[in-house]
């Protein structure tokens, strides 16, 4: 499975515009909150816990005593009767010089803590950040610049003045793995660590296809040709808001043309140093992600013959 996916909960969307019922459940002491702090989800125990980590999820009225009742507050849904939410904890003071919330865990960074949770808690944290990063960036309107108001649960802002609604967005990205025979094409970033190589991705940009957008990135970040793509698998990715679809595609050959402003660099790798790296095994100058990231689970499906 791949992190940040098989989210478990019933989102109940029908409920969400029924405000007595969610406020309701918001109280209820049988419910769940999860507090984000500068969108770093509480994990329960102390920070210098080893992983596997759990999620803190609070009882609400510990979670109002850290967040208060006027902050944003997502219902995330229904793990059976479990009514499950999302709350932000106010940038203003280090949570962790608060008593009662050190003795119950600590906040971690997003993606530290998607790698050190089970599957279940990794699809929580990526609903719950990708929500909670949306509102703080939605506070104004669009259209007319006046304030939004939260509505329906966290699902939908509605501006006090020109009445325009606002949705979540999910922004699509392609991320490919291009192969030619035996061999697949990766790249490093600029910013990668030294050695660090992945498939190479891009934004899907309006009026275009997903078998369009592979095509184009392709092109344009290491030249390269390709026909044939098959869709392989998505992974929602909260940083802040990407949805990662994962693909393989046949390339015309193997010749490469390096976008300098996007890549430090392009490789052809053989399948067999793949296996070896999807495996843990060293191999001097090249890393692969880790299982974390969508491309790490391209590559060991096309390495592995898994797909
Ligand atoms: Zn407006």
């Not at 459940?25 to 980590?53: K, M, N, T």
């Not at 998607?114 to 808690?121: E, H, I, T």
């Not at 009026?207 to 344009?220: F, N, P």
């Not at 015309?252 to 070896?276: F, K, M, P």
Request: charged share 25%.
């Amino acid at each position: 499975m791949i992190p940040f996916t098989g989210n478990p909960l019933n989102r109940a969307s029908e409920r969400r515009t029924d405000q007595n019922w969610i406020d309701s459940r918001r109280r209820d002491p049988s419910s769940l909150v999860l507090p984000l702090w500068r969108l770093q989800p509480f994990l329960a125990g102390p920070e210098r816990s080893r992983p596997p980590l759990k999620l803190g999820l609070l009882k609400p009225q510990v979670a109002d005593a850290i967040a208060g009742t006027d902050t944003i507050c997502i219902f995330l849904g229904l793990e059976g009767e479990t009514a499950l939410f999302a709350v932000e904890v106010p940038d203003r003071a280090d949570p962790a010089k608060i008593p009662s919330l050190a003795s119950l865990g600590h906040f971690r960074d997003a993606r530290t803590a998607a790698s050190s949770v089970s599957l279940r808690d990794a699809a929580l944290i990526a609903q719950a950040k990708a929500m909670i990063d949306w509102h703080q960036r939605h506070g104004f309107c669009p259209k007319c610049g006046a304030r939004t108001k939260l509505m329906d649960a966290g699902y939908r802002r509605l501006c006090g003045q020109c009445n325009s609604e606002h949705f979540p967005r999910v922004d699509p990205v392609v991320i490919m793995l291009a192969t030619h025979g035996d061999a697949c094409l990766v790249g490093r970033g600029k910013q990668f660590p030294s050695g660090m190589f992945s498939a190479l991705a891009g934004f899907v940009e309006p009026g275009e296809t997903i078998e369009e957008a592979v095509q184009r990135e392709l092109m344009e970040e290491a030249g390269v040709k390709v026909s044939d793509i098959k869709y392989h698998a998505t992974q929602p990715w909260p940083f802040p808001s990407s949805l990662m679809i994962g693909c393989f595609a046949k390339a015309q050959s193997r010749d490469t043309r390096v976008d300098e402003n996007e890549l430090a660099e392009v490789r052809w790798i053989e399948r067999s140093v793949a296996r070896d790296l999807i495996e843990g095994k060293p191999v001097a100058g090249v890393k692969l992600p880790p299982p974390i990231a969508i491309a790490h689970h391209l590559i060991r499906a096309w390495a592995l013959d898994e797909k």
